[in-house]
């Protein structure tokens, strides 16, 4: 019988798969969770290349051949993993047949999906048979949507009673001195996700109805498409994001388990803690706004924006985007990424404004209570991603018996009560409380 490995990381000769892999290798150690490691991919010799490019000391790592054409060889690969940490996409295109093979061999996964609409699909047509099978399947572990998910929760659990939230904006804003550039296929990703924006729209009206989390007070009015926010000193526009739907997802997912989801082997220790964590969480709306200290940025963010929204719904139009992408996304994104210098010097810090109120009792229109986090890292599209999944994975490896059996699951909802965030704060993703205030008073 073939080796079972701990981790497989499949796609790990693309962009993302690369760091991963260099993120990967720091925690392989007898001593560590992560004891076996393989890499998979199309071509052994390109998986060898990514091997060079992320370590120096050349270890003997085995690599497994595996294509999303070639159904037999994904099963393959799925029946020589604990865990498959999946970087290849889209995932609109490719992700489907990796978690069917994963699910049916009662393996877990992990992905650095950041497309809502292959998510929620997984999780309608997958997750009985993920329950039934004990297979683990997160999708959505990297830069989008966990420092969304997690920057939330951190927010929210500063909300002490009797004080309750009512709505955290959060404000995204990646820095650097050289340009930030996104590879092709997140581009791409983003196009035809706009160009099927309706398989998302007719998926949602034929799943079942969401449970919505009650929220005290009105909902926050909708604000201008652009502001300048002077608390952080940047101009910030709405998007709309994965982050924001996978957050709605776990929000719900925790109205429908109050107490979170049941370890399939958790002592009462963990249950009680788990139990403690989510009993702090009080929903509040959420959104995203991208942000930018440069007020010519967020206007080209918003050109950006129309042009995938005008060009993606059209066979032309995405020739178009898709053939001349540094064009068309206004120099954000290229066929050959980021170079090593820009993904070294790019940062992000992601502020969360919440506001509420400073005694649930006492609910009036407009909240007294402000309180300020924020999250902030490295390069957020690759090192932040690659530092998120590994983090995850480790956490699967070393505590599995604290997480549910299986099932099709939101970060948030799976890791919120482990040790994710103080894993994410010790690689150098750091949550910070910047301030609590009594609007108009300072306390
Ligand atoms: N959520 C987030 O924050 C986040 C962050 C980063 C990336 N992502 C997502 O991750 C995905 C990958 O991005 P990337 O920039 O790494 O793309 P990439 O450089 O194009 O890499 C894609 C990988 O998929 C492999 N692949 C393509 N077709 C395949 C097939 N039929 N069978 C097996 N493997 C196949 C490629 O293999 P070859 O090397 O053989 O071509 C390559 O390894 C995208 O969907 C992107 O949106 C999300």
């Known amino acids: 019988m073939a080796e079972v490995y701990d981790i497989v990381i499949f796609g790990a000769s693309g962009f993302t798969g690369k760091y991963v892999v260099r993120e990967a290798l720091k925690f392989l150690s007898p001593n560590s969770p992560l004891k076996s490691l393989a890499l998979a991919g199309r071509s052994s010799s390109k998986l060898v290349e990514t091997l060079k490019w992320a370590s ?21 690969m799925a029946s020589q993993a ?47 048979k993920a329950v ?24 929210l659990k500063q909300w002490v009673s009797p004080a309750v939230p009512n709505q955290v904006q959060a404000y995204l804003c990646e820095e650097s001195d050289k340009c930030i550039v996104g590879n092709f296929a997140t581009f791409e990703s983003a196009v035809y996700g706009v160009a099927n924006a309706h398989d998302l729209t007719k998926l949602r009206r034929s799943s079942r109805k969401r449970a919505r989390p009650s929220i005290p007070g009105c909902a926050p009015r909708k604000g201008p498409i652009i502001e300048y926010q002077k608390r952080f000193g940047v101009w910030a526009m709405k998007r709309p994001s994965a982050d924001s739907t996978v957050v709605r ?43 930018s200290k440069n007020i010519v940025d967020s206007l080209s963010g918003i050109a950006l924006g129309l042009s995938i929204r005008v060009l993606g719904r059209f066979a032309i139009g995405r020739w178009l985007l898709l053939n001349f992408p540094y064009v ?79 099932g099709i699951f939101t970060p948030g909802i799976v890791f919120g009560p482990t040790e994710l965030q103080d894993r994410l704060h010790q690689n150098g993703i750091s949550f910070d409380v910047i301030s609590k205030t009594c609007i108009y008073n300072q306390i």
């Open 56 to 76: 120096s000391s050349h270890p003997t790592i085995p690599l497994i051949v595996a294509d999303t054409s070639d159904p037999l060889s994904i099963r393959r």
């Open 328 to 406: 068309f996304s206004l120099g954000r994104f290229r066929k050959n990424g980021p170079t090593d210098d820009e993904i070294a010097s790019a940062s992000f810090k992601m502020w969360f404004l919440g506001r509420g109120f400073s005694d649930a009792n006492n609910v009036s229109e407009e909240p007294d209570k402000e309180i300020i986090t924020r999250v902030m890292g490295s390069d957020g599209g690759y090192v932040t991603t690659s530092i998120i999944l590994i983090q995850c994975a480790l956490i699967v490896l070393k505590q599995r018996g604290d997480l549910p059996k299986g």
């Open 132 to 155: 039934e099978m004990g297979s683990l399947v997160v999708s959505g572990c990297a830069f989008v949507s966990v420092p969304a998910e997690f920057g939330l929760m951190f927010n």
């Open 249 to 291: 997802r776990t929000l719900s997912m925790h109205k429908d388990n109050p107490g979170g989801l049941q370890g399939i082997n958790e002592d009462p220790k963990q249950a009680r803690k788990r139990i403690a964590f989510w009993s702090q969480i009080k929903p509040a709306h959420f959104g995203v706004k991208i942000a």
């Open 82 to 128: 604990k865990l498959v940490l999946n970087c290849v996409g889209p995932f609109r295109f490719h992700g489907e047949p990796v978690v069917a093979a994963c699910v049916e061999a009662g393996c877990d996964y992990l992905d650095v999906c950041g497309e809502p609409e292959f998510m929620e699909r997984m999780e309608a047509f997958y997750h009985d």
